[in-house]
């Protein structure tokens, strides 16, 4: 079935996947937004526990699909897991500590004789949620906005900075990504709470915060996408593969490519829907307006980055080292045989949507955590 | 494309891989074997309908949580170091290495990562039938991961099912199921999942001793040590019957590593098997700190060359033939590969170089060459020795390489024994009363994870210099960048994995103080 495939196909095919969980990561990540927020929305110890142990039951799903996202991209595009995480040293690094943190934080956080303390565990998961999110939005800033690296005959990385990625903060356009995802993560999180948390207080409070953090993810994401749309992106001949620099590429992307231009506008519409129904009419839905609409979102950003003869990884050193789909790509061979293992996917999803079904039956209340043995 | 390479760089990078693997592979074993044992115990509590048994597992799921988290911290740096620290690696190699990582990621990390939620809070939520499915899941999905993860490492030992692409510079992927069903991916799975049940049983039965000399929840005690007795004696057998054939596969794949763990420095026809040795802090060659001599052996004639080569007469090279060459064995010299490796990479520069400058014709040419068979066999197949400076760096450290080897085989050797005792005395009712062994229970947990940090010593050192068999030495596979840079992340993750490690010991202890719940419901 996919032997027959041209190798092209199969690179979009796997650009199309790697995107999707890109997309997912970010949804996700509203375990991380809600971590930054268990002061905030959680007032008492009994809150807090309430609030991480909702959150608890899914960290590890975005924990999981981070390292998915990492297997994926190294399967289906080697060059750019090399030249990234080779190159940008430092952010990676810093992005994976920050995960580390979180992994032991919510099972180490109530159980006594803990060395550190309760409160170090969930200023551990506070740092998670800050930087884990700013530093994944801003990597992917550079996306769209270039790195600084070039390649040699035999395809390694040489970085041509001694910062190893961390210049990317010194573009605020990156910046202005990595506090989007932020925002959103914490508006995501909020919608979270507010639909699998019993208290009316704490339904309250989230209220109130939605609309505290709308208006930075929206004033931060409206800047992001209006100024990619204004910008003059890194475009290459598909006869050469040579790369050039094209004035307002990202706008001609969408104008060449309209069914993403309308899913990304189905899904800012969702994120906006998932938001509003929350706010004026107290739905405990948003979370799957908001959350499908940052999927839509994010993965039509990212087919943005790397369809239609776009450099998904470009190079603002050394431009014709820049990374394309059709360069960084693993053999046809690799890419058929991981096309017939992406078939189990919908399968996975089956799985843990069930299963998120079953366990998120009731909300969780101090009645119900009260009958638990396993508590975070 | 031979720049000069930082050596500093590569021992800290190489230190740093080190590190992170080895505070991985201290939570990995519990977790692959515990889980099943936790589904044992689940199964027997469904199919009796006993709440001691639903107690007994939620106790040791407890003390399962607390392992797992750790596990999957270290882990996440594990698979992300291949690109920060061993970049080039993961370009040569990307297109076979990566479907393995990324098969694991579907398959395995989203199967444990859904169901293991269940297996702590569904209890109220889901029938009993989907919670013990949940179990066994979870216990599947951490040994898959195991498999994949497995699959790619026997790879980097044997390389297989693939073709070097001149005009990419990497390896590609040729057969993947040639790259599954890899016979070293294959024994190394076997061995190593089975050492790991090995691992938990000792585990269960070392915590289990502790309450029958405390002379608490007896019966819960009892109960795991009879599980733990049964599958850890079975998994003992298996994981000497595959560490046997993962010998004999050594020998024939990775004849260096073998005479390194076997100490074997001048190979010989009917070579005996040091059943002990001590070696003395004096080296055998002053230009190489890796070769020590023995101050004392105890050997049994002919047994290494049946052991490698089911023949008690069969010649066994040792490090010195394979470095000086033998050629009445026809073994080549090290000096002829190197050589020969530097001929595969001119001869790629060159055609690069004819690519760059746009010379169709003599790039088509060297391309034809270097792909023909001879040239692949005779060549190519030493590329990565090209890469060698001195023969010196072809030989791993022997002492830590034979007695990591060593200290393996004779604990193991005693777990097998320890789970003979423990089912006896267990089953004759007696154990509570054998204090003595239920002191060398407890004794025998730290003495498990000696064995299974040896192993991995065994595999890992034993293969230097190499990151993949013969193609790519460590010293080429790493990411240029300095190695200040390196040594920060060094000390940073060491800090960071030594406090979680503490607080996790802590954690531990406590809670196997604490005990199992006294009935049903509750936190405690």
């Known amino acids: 079935m996919f032997e027959s495939l041209s190798h092209l196909v199969l690179q979009q095919y796997w650009w199309i996947i790697v995107s ?35 959150l608890g039951r899914k960290w590890e799903f975005t924990f999981t699909t981070l390292v998915t996202f990492g297997g994926a991209f190294f399967a289906s595009f080697p060059l750019f897991y090399s030249t990234s995480f080779g190159g940008a040293y430092w952010v990676w690094f810093a992005i994976l500590i920050f995960f580390v943190i979180q992994a032991v934080s919510y099972e180490y956080r109530k159980k006594p004789n803990n060395f550190l303390g309760a409160k170090t565990f969930e200023w551990f998961l506070i740092l998670n949620g800050l930087f884990g999110t700013i530093l994944v939005g801003t990597a992917v800033g550079t996306f769209f906005n270039g790195a600084m690296f070039s390649l040699n005959e035999m395809n390694n990385v040489i970085w041509a900075t001694p910062f190893r990625g961390l210049e990317a903060v010194l573009t605020f356009h990156n910046v202005a990504l990595g506090l989007s995802v932020f925002f959103l993560a914490r508006v995501l999180g909020l919608l979270y709470f507010m639909n699998s948390v019993e208290s009316d207080e704490m339904f309250a409070r989230s209220k109130k915060h939605l609309l505290y953090n709308t208006i930075p993810f929206l004033v931060f994401f409206l800047f992001f996408l209006i100024a990619l749309i204004l910008k003059e992106g890194f475009a290459y001949n598909p006869e050469t593969g040579e790369v050039f620099m094209e004035k307002y590429k990202y706008l001609h992307n969408l104008l060449a490519m309209p069914l993403v231009a309308v899913i990304l506008l189905v899904g800012v519409v969702g994120v906006l829907w998932g938001i509003a129904s929350a706010l004026l009419k107290k739905s405990t839905k948003g979370i799957w307006f908001a959350g499908a609409g940052t999927v839509f979102t994010v993965w039509m950003l990212l087919l943005l980055a790397g369809f239609n003869n776009t450099s998904f990884y470009p190079s603002i050193h050394d431009l014709q080292s820049s990374l394309t789909i059709e360069n960084a790509s693993s053999s046809h061979y690799t890419l058929t045989a991981m096309s017939y293992v992406s078939l189990t996917v919908p399968f996975v999803l089956g799985y843990i949507w069930y299963t998120w079904k079953s366990m998120n039956k009731t909300k969780i209340s101090k009645e119900e955590l009260g009958k638990e043995d396993h508590l975070y | 494309m031979l720049e000069t390479i930082d050596l500093s ?29 936790i589904a044992f115990m689940e199964t027997i509590y469904v199919r009796t309908g006993n709440p001691e048994w639903k107690r007994i597992t939620k106790f040791w799921m407890t003390l399962f949580g607390i392992n797992f988290a750790i596990g999957v911290a270290t882990g996440i740096i594990l698979e992300f170091e291949f690109g920060t620290n061993w970049s080039n690696y993961s370009w040569f190699v990307g297109d076979i290495f990566g479907a393995p990582l990324a098969i694991e990621g579907i398959f395995a990390f989203f199967m444990e990562s859904t169901f293991i939620a269940v297996m702590f809070f569904g209890w109220n939520k889901v029938s009993k039938k989907f919670h013990l499915l949940a179990t066994w899941l979870t216990a599947i999905g951490a040994n898959l991961s195991a498999l994949w993860i497995l699959v790619a490492n026997g790879w980097m030992q044997k390389p297989v099912g693939m073709v070097f692409n001149p005009e990419t510079a990497r390896n590609e992927m040729m057969n993947f199921w040639d790259v599954l069903f890899s016979p070293m991916a294959v024994h190394k799975f076997l061995h190593t999942t089975s050492s790991s049940f090995v691992l938990a049983s000792i585990f269960v039965i070392g915590v289990s001793a502790w309450f029958l000399l405390k002379k608490r929840d007896l019966s819960m005690a009892k109960k795991s040590i009879a599980v733990a007795a049964v599958f850890g004696f079975l998994s003992s057998v298996y994981t000497v019957l595959s560490g046997d054939s993962s010998a004999r596969q050594i020998a024939h794949e990775q004849p260096m590593k073998f005479a390194a763990f076997e100490g074997l420095y001048n190979g010989s026809e009917g070579a005996g098997l040091i059943a002990f040795g001590v070696m ?17 052996i105890i050997e049994i004639p002919n047994v290494l060359s049946y052991m490698a080569f089911l023949d008690w007469n069969a010649f066994v090279p040792g490090v010195n033939d394979l470095i000086k060459g033998n050629p009445k064995q026809g073994i080549m010299s090290a000096q002829e590969k190197i050589d020969r490796g530097k001929i595969a990479i001119q001869k790629l520069k060159d055609f690069k170089d004819a690519k760059k400058a746009g010379q169709t014709a003599r790039a088509d040419s060297l391309k034809t060459e270097f792909m023909s068979k001879s040239f692949q066999d005779n060549y190519f197949k030493y590329f990565g020795y090209g890469y060698i400076t001195d023969v010196n760096q072809l030989i791993p450290s022997v002492p830590l390489s034979f007695y990591s080897f060593h200290i393996m085989v004779v604990l193991g050797g005693w777990f097998m024994l320890f789970f003979i005792l423990s089912f006896w005395f267990v089953t004759k009712g007696v154990i509570q009363n054998k204090k003595w062994f239920l002191r060398a229970a407890i004794w025998t947990i730290p003495l498990a994870y000696l064995a299974s940090q040896a192993g991995w010593v065994v595999a890992e050192v034993g293969r230097q210099p190499w990151v993949i068999q013969d193609l790519m030495p460590t010293m080429a596979a790493v990411t240029r960048i300095s190695s200040g840079a390196v040594m920060v992340t060094f000390w940073l993750f060491a800090a960071v994995f030594t406090t979680l490690l503490i607080a996790e010991i802590k954690i531990m202890i406590r809670q196997i103080k604490i005990g199992p719940h006294k009935e049903e419901g509750g936190n405690k």
């Open chain 2, 280 to 296: 003395s802090t004096t080296e055998t060659d002053p230009d190489n700190e890796n070769l020590k001599d023995f101050n004392m």
């Open chain 2, 9 to 37: 760089l590569v021992n800290w990078s190489r230190a740093q891989f080190a590190l992170t693997a080895m505070y991985h592979w201290i939570f990995v074993p519990l977790t692959l074997g515990i889980t099943l044992i």
């Open chain 1, 20 to 54: 999707l969980l890109g997309a997912l990561f970010v949804f996700l990540t509203f375990v991380q937004g809600g971590q930054t927020l268990i002061y905030t929305i959680g007032k008492t110890d009994t809150e807090r526990t309430m609030l991480i142990n909702t």
